[in-house]
């Protein structure tokens, strides 16, 4: 038999996988079960405050995701627990053949009764000629809450690749306790500079979603007024919105001209929701 060069491409790429499995010990959060596969590695959690909020970073010390790469993560955060999970930097997704598969990650994210999971990771940088798929899907328990952070480069800048990956799907999945879902889902594909709409003269795309079905409404009410404080700080480097979805909680969308610019927005409605929602101080991130 004989085998081409092209079906060899399609046999490239990783399989890793990372479970881990957060419970509230006394008054701190500690990670109960965690097990990983190449190429990801899991850090011992910090306590950045006397809240017992375990902070972890998920790490990839591959540098990034080519062609054919599945990754998966499972998270589960148990009852009463608190974690803030980041990464240590971006995202990369690096070109692949036009005969290779896609890259894709899927996240799933169980946060269990009355927990908190703050999922704030690095944003995701497509290079030119990349295929990239990731999927999140995210279930709530009765009092649980998610605090979600999604964003994405357009390119790299300064090598002239703004919007020219070959495909970029990302699909996200919300579920409370109640039956409430929240979907969103975008495709782009080899002329994402044009479909990318109003996005394409930006450089930066994020979405933040709260969610959460043990939040009072006036509650809610006070930490709008605040993010759309926030939001209109920014003229000319920011533009942004916020929305109301079918499920309890916020949504917020924006675009931005530079990463310090998305960087500096998502440090203040992060300090806005813990703080409105929780009484918690701002979270300063160690990546290292």
């Not at 790429?13 to 959060?29: C, F, I, N, P, Q």
């Not at 899907?137 to 009092?143: C, T």
Request: aromatic fraction near 6%.
């Amino acid at each position: 038999m004989t085998i081409h060069p092209g079906d060899r491409m399609a046999e490239v790429g990783t399989t890793g996988s990372l479970r881990v499995e957060y419970a509230k010990r006394d008054h701190h959060t500690i990670i109960a079960r965690s097990h990983c596969t190449s190429p990801w590695h899991l850090f011992p959690p910090i306590y950045l405050d006397d809240s017992g909020a375990a902070y972890t970073l998920l790490l990839n010390p591959s540098g990034g995701l080519v062609g054919g790469d599945r990754l998966t993560i499972d998270l589960v955060v148990r009852a009463n627990a608190h974690a803030i999970i980041s990464t240590p930097s971006a995202n990369r997704v690096y070109r692949s053949s036009s005969k290779a598969r896609e890259s894709v990650q899927t996240v799933r994210l169980t946060v269990g009764a009355g927990a908190i999971l703050e999922w704030v990771p690095e944003h995701t940088i497509p290079f030119a000629g990349s295929r990239f798929r990731q999927e999140i899907r995210v279930r709530l328990a009765p009092g649980g809450a998610v605090v979600l952070w999604d964003a994405l480069a357009s390119g790299r800048m300064a090598r002239g690749e703004r919007w020219s990956f070959a495909s970029l799907v990302n699909d996200l999945t919300i579920a409370t306790a109640s039956g409430g879902l929240l979907r969103e889902r975008f495709s782009l594909g080899d002329h994402a500079d044009h479909s990318a709409g109003i996005a394409r003269v930006w450089d930066y795309v994020g979405s933040l979603y709260i969610i959460s079905d043990a939040i009072p409404a006036d509650k809610w009410k006070s930490l709008e007024v605040g993010i759309c404080e926030i939001l209109d700080g920014e003229p000319g480097r920011l533009l942004g919105g916020i929305s109301r979805p079918a499920v309890s909680g916020l949504v917020v969308k924006l675009v931005a001209r530079s990463a310090p610019v998305l960087t500096a927005v998502l440090e203040q409605l992060w300090t806005a929701v813990r703080l409105t929602l929780w009484g918690l101080p701002a979270v300063t991130l160690r990546k290292y």
